[in-house]
């Protein structure tokens, strides 16, 4: 199964904030990765689909890079509603596996 | 709009045995791959696993935590995804959410667009 490390677990940050979340993959999964928000009793929200593409309705300011085995989340500017837990997704190949989480919160 | 609405989630005995539904509405449900997900309190997602389309044969795929135990089936005339559980474990207690993939190569669309509300599941004596 591929591995996903993904960092910090969590971080404490203000409103306007550059924030910057990575996942590490255990092996190559060109650009096969997805990034999701979760906010406390809610479902996922998928913001990044095939490492950088942003999903219809997300702001700008959620940007993602990379491939191969490092990807990056990056909020530009962080906004309240920004205060949540961010996870990437391989689906490179099965099982899919999820990040452990980054929780953001608030500084 | 679309939606995806489960139920079916509760409190249930180790060994025991339930059965989880997923409502879709607002697409054409057929056209899609669907995927359940779980996430146990307080820790992060697993995938659990995923029906392909009529075209795929509906073929399955599952994560090895829930293989022989969890089986999933679909019912396109009911735009409707199941999840059902059997020899269920206490570790198996999670919300249960269903997700879709979009329509299109994954390599262009990538997965689990939209997701259900979630239904939790209990597994405890």
């Known amino acids: 199964d591929i591995q996903m490390t993904q960092s910090p677990s969590s971080l404490s940050a203000s409103v306007g904030d550059r924030v910057t979340i990575t996942c590490r993959a255990s092996?190559?999964?060109?650009?096969?990765l997805g990034w999701y928000q979760q906010k406390p009793g809610k479902a996922p929200k998928r913001l990044i689909y095939?490492?950088?593409n942003l999903q219809s309705g997300v702001p700008s300011r959620f940007s993602g890079s990379g491939s191969g085995t490092d990807f990056t989340l990056t909020i530009s500017s962080l906004q309240p509603e920004d205060f949540a837990t961010y996870y990437c997704?391989?689906?490179?190949?099965?099982?899919?596996?999820f990040g452990g989480g980054t929780k953001v919160e608030v500084k | 709009e679309v939606q995806l609405v489960e139920s079916g989630g509760g409190l249930v005995q180790p060994g025991g045995s339930l059965r989880l539904s997923c409502a879709a509405s607002g697409f054409t449900f057929s056209n899609h791959y669907m995927d359940w997900v779980r996430q146990a309190p307080g820790k992060g997602l697993e995938w659990v696993g995923r029906?392909?389309?009529?075209?795929?044969?509906?073929?399955?795929q599952y994560a090895a935590s829930v293989k022989g135990r969890f089986t999933i089936s679909r019912d396109d005339s009911k735009n409707s995804l199941f999840l059902q559980m059997n020899s269920l474990k206490t570790e198996d207690t999670a919300v249960y959410y269903c997700?879709?993939?979009?329509?299109?190569?994954?390599?262009?669309?990538?997965?689990?667009?939209?997701w259900g509300q979630g239904t939790l599941v209990t597994v405890s004596s």
């Open positions: 092996q190559d999964i060109r650009n096969d």
């Open positions: 997700a879709r993939r979009p329509v299109g190569p994954p390599g262009r669309y990538g997965q689990f667009d939209c």
């Open positions: 029906t392909r389309d009529k075209a795929s044969n509906y073929t399955t």
């Open positions: 095939v490492a950088s």
């Open positions: 997704l391989q689906d490179s190949s099965y099982p899919f596996t």
